[in-house]
């Protein structure tokens, strides 16, 4: 598909609700953080401690995702897919 097709959602602004990338970046953080937390949780009962390599891994996916949707945010230009792939094919 041509990019001129996708280029007119570029230029009229939606909330962040809207936004795919938001959600698949809030999905993956959910599906990355649970298990670390209840792991974490599980240890704390069980040994009075917490796992610093746990703690750290899930601030980094945190982190991670606050980039992702903060680059969504900020995203102005249209992208492209190679040919072959689904999505706008690069201009000419």
């Not at 945190?62 to 945010?73: D, M």
């Amino acid at each position: 598909m041509p990019l001129a097709a996708y280029s007119s959602e570029a230029h009229h602004p939606k909330s962040i609700f809207a936004s795919r990338t938001f959600w698949g970046a809030m999905l993956t953080a959910i599906a990355a953080v649970t298990p670390a937390v209840g792991e974490c949780v599980a240890e704390y009962q069980r040994t009075g401690q917490v796992d610093a390599h746990r703690v750290a891994n899930t601030i980094v996916i945190l982190a991670t995702t606050g980039l992702t949707i903060v680059g969504r945010v900020g995203a102005t230009d249209a992208v492209y897919t190679p040919r072959g792939i689904p999505g706008p094919d690069r201009p000419r």
